[in-house]
């Protein structure tokens, strides 16, 4: 089948149609093209001066040997799950958010704004934080999807243009009155121990991970029983057969990107809470491309999503001692995750197609 | 009507890089293919125009023209995800975007051209021609580069427009089928699309370093790229239009710097967020006429998927 006479002149080289792939030999490509986009960020860091086997220890053997680094890793990761479901669930609907980073500094923003206003007893302050921040980020995506929704804006721009104006905005707010009164740097005021997530007990491990699991957990859950993820599936494969069927398209990409921001809310609190305590400049900073790129690797499926921004923690956890030992700049690991996933996605070339190859 | 004079010579200068991208953008676009890198394309050619000057001298054209090309080399590397490999243009302009940060920022460290200041190109001086009251300063008294962007829309206006290669362009961003079976080569013509456009893209970014900072840090063009896919959108992916914007947007940016210089205070960060606002609201207004939405190419984003049809 599928042997439709495709014409190439002037190569020598064919392209075939293959028969969809198994899931086995899908994940065998997919594997193939994560080490690939490994290889071709070894050989620039090779490049750029550090050896090989210093690439080995920093990245593998000092991270799986070291209960420190492990749990360093995980941290890291936590809010990099809850950026990729934001992105996911964002996408489900083909919103793309790109428009993360402009809702992790407003979530981050109403979180702290609890927490030096002192706002609510003690023993909810977390609870409290927690949900601001939610709907911190709620508030800033609402803008972009109301456009969407009502003028067809195209959301990857106006996501995109939010999140600037959010950063001037964050900035304003730690120049001005939110510098910290006690040292006079530009973040905010550290948090009170019981407006940090708790500790679990195990190393630097804290609830965040705790939150993670749930959200990814809740959003899976959604995905694949609930009645709202058939609506979903069905809207990403065709807005019109969506339509057709006599579902409110609008309505549920209103709804659909309120979760989006809520989640990317929520992602600006653990890093703020979970990780450094307090608000910082530049906290958000990388989180927003790695959500939706962690996204794209996962297929979009939270359980993917969880071991993707593991391989994602360890590279930034890696790329943080290579910065501090060999001074590489940082935004290796950037380049890192975007050569990966160019080849995951040039890969999907070799999963479609057969070249066929007659000189 | 001094501050006038000031504010409306400064407007070219603003507007160039916004008028070099967008026809860019248009190029690329009308073939087709759907590009969301040009941030990331902005980056590189800033980048290594600033490069070129450290490294090499006092060659602001040549800076300028390397600029341009790296901008065309990364453009070669989109082009090969899209076109050949047929990756989803979304994400293969993200990850452009992602790929120039990351690369800008390794590259220009390990050069060591971080937060280093040059002369690069400055305005030029038509004598007598400057004197004229009035429009000597607004039209006689800019860089070279400015007369160039006009000379540009003009060639790209006549190609496009008034010749077969023009033709084949737009009819690809149209209905690649009936090209490819009129024995055109879509998948060549979106690649030269591209790199091409992604020139002027990298041109956009090296008029950033070479012509208005003169010094390079991380991440200079602050999102420029995305605004001029705004301009874009308001162009209605026309080269008329397309000037008008880069011109009403150029107004705009050397408004601001006019109003803290006879001392209208506003918050530095307000400030700073207005360029953002301002084509988040031009994005609206354009999409209030519904003529707008329909102005794209018709197949702006899908890959041509031969193998596939049936």
């Known amino acids: ?30 594997i193939l093209s994560i080490f690939t986009g490994l290889f071709i960020s070894f050989i620039i860091l090779v490049l750029s001066g550090v050896s090989g086997s210093a690439l080995w220890k920093e990245f593998v053997v000092y991270i799986f040997t070291s209960e420190k680094n492990l749990s360093s890793v995980l941290i890291q990761a936590s809010p990099f799950v809850v950026a990729g479901l934001a992105a996911a669930v964002a996408f489900k609907a083909r919103f793309w958010n790109i428009g993360i980073e402009g809702q992790m500094i407003f979530g981050a923003i109403a979180a702290t704004y609890i927490a030096i206003n002192d706002i609510g007893p003690g023993s909810v302050r977390l609870l409290l934080m927690f949900t601001a921040a939610g709907l911190g980020g709620v508030f800033w995506i609402l803008l972009p999807a109301f456009l969407k929704i009502k003028l067809d804006v195209n959301e990857i721009i106006s996501t995109l243009l939010m999140n600037y104006i959010a950063f001037n905005f964050l900035l304003h707010l730690l120049y001005g009155s939110w510098r910290d009164p006690s040292t006079g740097f ?32 809740i959003i899976f859950w959604l995905f694949v029983s609930s009645r709202f993820g058939f609506v979903l599936n069905v809207l990403h494969a065709s807005s019109d057969m969506a339509k057709y069927m006599g579902i409110r398209v609008s309505l549920v990409i209103l709804i659909v990107t309120v979760v989006s921001g809520f989640l990317s809310g929520i992602c600006g609190f653990l890093v703020s809470s979970g990780i450094e305590s307090r608000m910082t400049q530049s906290f958000f900073l990388g989180f927003g491309f790695s959500g939706i790129l962690i996204s794209f690797l996962a297929r979009d499926n939270p359980i993917g999503i969880l071991v993707v921004s593991l391989l994602f923690a360890t590279l930034v956890i890696g790329g943080q001692s290579l910065q501090v030992f060999y001074q590489i700049p940082f935004a290796m690991v950037q380049l890192m ?23 | 009507m001094d501050f006038l004079i000031f504010w409306l010579s400064n407007v070219p200068g603003f507007a160039t890089p916004f008028a070099l991208g967008v026809l860019g953008m248009i190029i690329c676009e009308r073939s087709g293919v759907l590009n969301l890198g040009a941030e990331g394309f902005v980056l590189v050619g800033a980048m ?23 901008g065309s080399l990364l453009g070669l590397l989109f082009g090969f995800l899209v076109t050949i490999l047929r990756v989803n243009q979304v994400i293969a302009g993200l990850i452009m975007v992602f790929l120039a940060q990351g690369l800008t920022s390794l590259l220009s460290r390990n050069m060591d051209w971080v937060n280093k200041p040059f002369a690069g190109l400055s305005k030029l001086n038509t004598g007598i021609l400057t004197e004229i009251p009035v429009i000597g300063p607004i039209i006689f008294q800019q860089d070279l580069l400015v007369y160039c962007t006009l000379l540009f829309y003009l060639v790209a206006f006549y190609f496009i427009y008034r010749t077969s290669i023009g033709l084949r362009l737009r009819a690809v961003g149209e209905n690649p089928d009936a090209v490819d079976a009129a024995g055109g080569d879509v998948i060549l013509i979106r690649l030269l699309a591209v790199t091409i ?17 003169k010094i390079w840090v991380d991440g200079i063009s602050g999102g420029r790229g995305w605004i001029i896919i ?14 008008l914007g880069a011109v009403i947007f150029g107004c705009i940016e050397a408004l601001i710097p006019r109003l803290a210089a006879i001392g209208v ?25 519904p003529k707008n939405i329909k102005a794209a190419p018709a197949s702006l984003g899908r890959p041509f998927l031969r193998e596939e049809r049936h």
């Open chain 2, 230 to 243: 705004a301009l874009v959108i308001f162009a209605r992916w026309q080269l008329s239009r397309a000037l």
């Open chain 2, 48 to 70: 290594s125009g600033a490069g070129v000057l450290i490294s090499v001298g006092d060659v602001p054209f040549v800076a300028l023209l390397i600029a341009g090309l790296s």
């Open chain 1, 186 to 217: 530009p973040n905010s005021e550290q948090y009170d121990v019981f407006e940090i997530l708790p500790l679990l007990g195990w190393q630097s491990l804290n609830f965040s991970s705790v939150i993670a699991v749930l959200l990814v957990v």
């Open chain 2, 265 to 289: 205070q506003l918050p530095q960060y307000f400030v700073l967020m207005m360029p953002y606002a301002i084509t988040l609201l031009v994005m609206v207004w354009s999409n209030l006429n």
């Open chain 1, 337 to 359: 995750q975007a050569i990966i996933v160019m080849c995951v996605a040039a890969s999907e070339f070799f999963i479609r197609y057969r070249l066929i190859f007659s000189f």
């Open chain 1, 1 to 30: 089948m599928n042997s439709y006479p495709t014409i190439n002149k002037r190569k020598g080289v064919k392209l075939e149609l293959r028969d969809p792939m198994n899931f086995v030999n899908k994940f065998i490509v997919l």
């Open chain 2, 197 to 213: 456009g992604t020139f002027f893209l990298g041109l956009a970014g090296g008029y950033f370093t070479v012509v208005v900072s």
